[in-house]
C-alpha cells in the first residue's frame, strides 16, 4: 500500500489537472457560443446563395451544363478528398473520426482502381495523413478556431483550379457537422461537379429543411416542402417559402438578368463552392468546441471521481498507521510489565 505521503501528493497532482480542464471546459463554452452566432448568421446567406444559384440555372436552361464546375468529366480517374479536422486535440474522437471516415473513403475509391488527391484542414488531419504515408495535394493550417471567409476561398480556388485544369475529376468533402456539443455528425458532401439535382432544388431544399430542423423551424419547414412537391409547377416556390418558416402562393416572381443568367451564373457557381467551403468550416469549428467541452467536462468528472478514490485510500493509510502506532505502544506496556 502506497504511504500516506504519496497518496497526497497524487491527490494535489489530480486537483491541478481538474483546475485545468475545468478553466478549458469554460473556454470551449465561451467560443462555442461565439461559434454558434455565426452559424445563425451564415445559414441564411447560404441558403440565399442556393435559391439564387437555382433560379439562375432555370433561367439558363441547357446553357448551364456547359459551365466547366458543372460539366462533369467522361470519366473519374482522379478524385479529391478534402478531410477537414482542427489544428489541437483534446477533443475526444473529434479529429480521429473524419480520419478514419476519410481513409476508409481513400480505400474504398482504390477498391474501385481510383486514385485519391488528399486535401486536409487543420494541424491534426495534415500530421495524421502524413503520418499514414499519403503525400497531400494541399494542406491548410492555423485557422480552425476561428475560420475567415478568405480561407475558405483559398481552399476553393485550388480545388477549382485543379477540377477546371483535368487534374480532379470530382471533389469530396468530409467534416463534422454541428448538431449539438453532444453530437457531431460526420459529413460526406460531393463539391464537384455541382449535381443538377442541387441545382434544381431536388436535394437542396430538402437539405433546408433539415437545417431548419436544427434551427427548431423543421415542422414548418417539412409542411413547406411536401406541399411544394404535391403543387407540381410551384415545388421549387413552396419550398423556399417553406425555408423561411412560411408558405407562398402564387407563381414565382419573375426575374429579368442583367447580364444574361448564364454570365450570372458563372460568378455564382464558384460563390456557392466557397461558401459551401465556408460553412464546412464554420460547422466544424463549433463542433470542436463542442467535443472539447464535453471531452473536458467528463474529463473534470473523472478527475472528481478519483480524487475521491485516493481521499478514501488516504483515509486507509492513515488509519493503518495509527493502529499501527496503538499496537505499538500496547506491546510497550505489556513488556514493561
Same mark, same amino acid.
Given at each position: 500500500?502506497?504511504?500516506?505521503?504519496?497518496?497526497?501528493?497524487?491527490?494535489?497532482?489530480?486537483?491541478?489537472?481538474?483546475?485545468?480542464?475545468?478553466?478549458?471546459?469554460?473556454?470551449?463554452?465561451?467560443?462555442?457560443?461565439?461559434?454558434?452566432?455565426?452559424?445563425?448568421?451564415?445559414?441564411?446567406?447560404?441558403?440565399?446563395?442556393?435559391?439564387?444559384?437555382?433560379?439562375?440555372?432555370?433561367?439558363?436552361?441547357?446553357?448551364?451544363?456547359?459551365?466547366?464546375?458543372?460539366?462533369?468529366?467522361?470519366?473519374? #480517374?482522379?478524385? +479529391?478528398?478534402?478531410?477537414?479536422? %482542427?489544428?489541437?486535440?483534446?477533443? !475526444? $474522437?473529434?479529429? *480521429?473520426?473524419?480520419? =478514419?471516415?476519410?481513409?476508409?473513403?481513400?480505400?474504398?475509391?482504390?477498391?474501385?482502381?481510383?486514385?485519391?488527391?488528399?486535401?486536409?484542414?487543420?494541424?491534426?488531419?495534415?500530421?495524421?495523413?502524413?503520418?499514414?504515408?499519403?503525400?497531400?495535394?494541399?494542406?491548410?493550417?492555423?485557422?480552425?478556431?476561428?475560420?475567415?471567409?478568405?480561407?475558405?476561398?483559398?481552399?476553393?480556388?485550388?480545388?477549382?483550379?485543379?477540377?477546371?485544369?483535368?487534374?480532379?475529376?470530382?471533389?469530396?468533402?468530409?467534416?463534422?457537422?454541428?448538431?449539438?456539443?453532444?453530437?457531431?455528425?460526420?459529413?460526406?458532401?460531393?463539391?464537384?461537379?455541382?449535381?443538377?439535382?442541387?441545382?434544381?432544388?431536388?436535394?437542396?431544399?430538402?437539405?433546408?429543411?433539415?437545417?431548419?430542423?436544427?434551427?427548431?423551424?423543421?415542422?414548418?419547414?417539412? #409542411?413547406?416542402? +411536401?406541399?411544394?412537391?404535391?403543387? %407540381?409547377?410551384?415545388?421549387?416556390? !413552396? $419550398?423556399?417559402? *417553406?425555408?423561411?418558416? =412560411?408558405?407562398?402562393?402564387?407563381?414565382?416572381?419573375?426575374?429579368?438578368?442583367?447580364?444574361?443568367?448564364?454570365?450570372?451564373?458563372?460568378?455564382?457557381?464558384?460563390?456557392?463552392?466557397?461558401?459551401?467551403?465556408?460553412?464546412?468550416?464554420?460547422?466544424?469549428?463549433?463542433?470542436?468546441?463542442?467535443?472539447?467541452?464535453?471531452?473536458?467536462?467528463?474529463?473534470?468528472?473523472?478527475?472528481?471521481?478519483?480524487?475521491?478514490?485516493?481521499?478514501?485510500?488516504?483515509?486507509?493509510?492513515?488509519?493503518?498507521?495509527?493502529?499501527?502506532?496503538?499496537?505499538?505502544?500496547?506491546?510497550?506496556?505489556?513488556?514493561?510489565?
Amino acid at each position: 500500500m502506497a504511504s500516506q505521503r504519496d497518496v497526497k501528493n497524487r491527490i494535489a497532482s489530480v486537483k491541478n489537472i481538474q483546475k485545468i480542464t475545468r478553466a478549458m471546459e469554460m473556454v470551449a463554452a465561451a467560443r462555442l457560443r461565439r461559434a454558434e452566432q455565426r452559424i445563425a448568421r451564415l445559414r441564411p446567406y447560404a441558403d440565399a446563395i442556393r435559391r439564387m444559384t437555382y433560379q439562375a440555372a432555370q433561367a439558363a436552361g441547357a446553357e448551364a451544363a456547359s459551365l466547366p464546375l458543372l460539366r462533369e468529366h467522361d470519366q473519374v #480517374q482522379n478524385v +479529391g478528398l478534402l478531410l477537414v479536422t %482542427g489544428d489541437r486535440g483534446l477533443a !475526444g $474522437a473529434f479529429n *480521429s473520426q473524419i480520419i =478514419r471516415a476519410g481513409v476508409r473513403g481513400g480505400a474504398e475509391l482504390a477498391e474501385e482502381g481510383l486514385q485519391t488527391a488528399w486535401y486536409a484542414t487543420g494541424r491534426r488531419g495534415v500530421s495524421s495523413l502524413t503520418f499514414r504515408g499519403h503525400e497531400l495535394a494541399g494542406s491548410y493550417t492555423g485557422f480552425s478556431d476561428r475560420p475567415a471567409y478568405a480561407d475558405a476561398r483559398g481552399i476553393a480556388d485550388d480545388l477549382i483550379t485543379g477540377y477546371v485544369d483535368g487534374h480532379l475529376d470530382r471533389v469530396d468533402i468530409l467534416y463534422n457537422s454541428y448538431v449539438s456539443p453532444l453530437t457531431q455528425h460526420v459529413t460526406r458532401e460531393t463539391l464537384l461537379p455541382l449535381s443538377q439535382s442541387t441545382l434544381t432544388g431536388d436535394t437542396g431544399e430538402g437539405q433546408d429543411a433539415g437545417e431548419g430542423q436544427s434551427a427548431g423551424q423543421g415542422q414548418g419547414a417539412g #409542411q413547406g416542402q +411536401g406541399q411544394g412537391a404535391r403543387q %407540381g409547377q410551384g415545388a421549387g416556390e !413552396g $419550398a423556399t417559402g *417553406s425555408a423561411s418558416g =412560411r408558405q407562398t402562393a402564387g407563381p414565382p416572381a419573375l426575374v429579368e438578368y442583367e447580364p444574361g443568367p448564364e454570365e450570372i451564373l458563372k460568378r455564382l457557381v464558384p460563390d456557392y463552392v466557397e461558401i459551401s467551403i465556408y460553412r464546412a468550416l464554420i460547422e466544424s469549428t463549433a463542433g470542436f468546441f463542442g467535443a472539447q467541452m464535453t471531452a473536458m467536462r467528463n474529463a473534470s468528472e473523472n478527475a472528481g471521481t478519483l480524487i475521491e478514490d485516493y481521499t478514501l485510500q488516504m483515509n486507509r493509510a492513515r488509519q493503518a498507521e495509527i493502529t499501527q502506532e496503538i499496537m505499538e505502544v500496547v506491546a510497550g506496556a505489556e513488556g514493561l510489565t
